[in-house]
């Protein structure tokens, strides 16, 4: 998937759009498929460009990031999204393999509202966007 964002939508209870920001496609549909499954909308970009520009024309309830993703990092599009009025307010979640303090700690200074560690249990994944979401 390259260009445009891919939705994917599931039986829609709650209806809210999560922004999924990871070049790995098993990731995308994994996380994806499992979220859609407890009904959220799902937006799709491969790169933190990407990421931002769909965040900037979708306004997405909450954003999943990568920290590893093409072009601009994670860390760098979550600044620039907490930096831009029109998306500071949208929760970001880092989920990542990168499981080392050091990261968690340069995602907080970047402004991410919480960090999560691949694997992660789709499961977990929902209680934490319900978490920020206030469900």
Do not use: W
């Not at 998937?1 to 999924?20: K, P, Q």
């Not at 965040?55 to 930096?83: F, Q, V, Y």
């Not at 990168?98 to 509202?113: I, K, M, S, W």
């Amino acid at each position: 998937m390259t260009g445009d964002a891919h939705m994917r939508a599931g039986g829609s209870r709650s209806g809210e759009t999560v922004l999924l920001v990871d070049d790995n496609d098993d990731a995308r549909t994994i996380y994806g498929r499992a979220l859609a499954h407890f009904g959220f909308l799902i937006l799709e970009a491969e790169s933190g460009d990407e990421g931002i520009r769909i965040a900037i024309e979708d306004r997405p309830a909450i954003i999943i990031m990568d920290l590893s993703i093409p072009g601009m990092d994670g860390l760098t599009a979550t600044r620039m999204l907490k930096d831009r009025e029109e998306s500071r307010d949208i929760p970001i979640i880092v989920l990542t393999a990168h499981a080392l303090p050091e990261y968690q700690a340069r995602a907080e200074v970047a402004g991410c509202d919480a960090y999560l560690t691949k694997p992660c249990e789709p499961r977990r994944l929902v209680e934490e966007i319900r978490r920020l979401l206030g469900a």
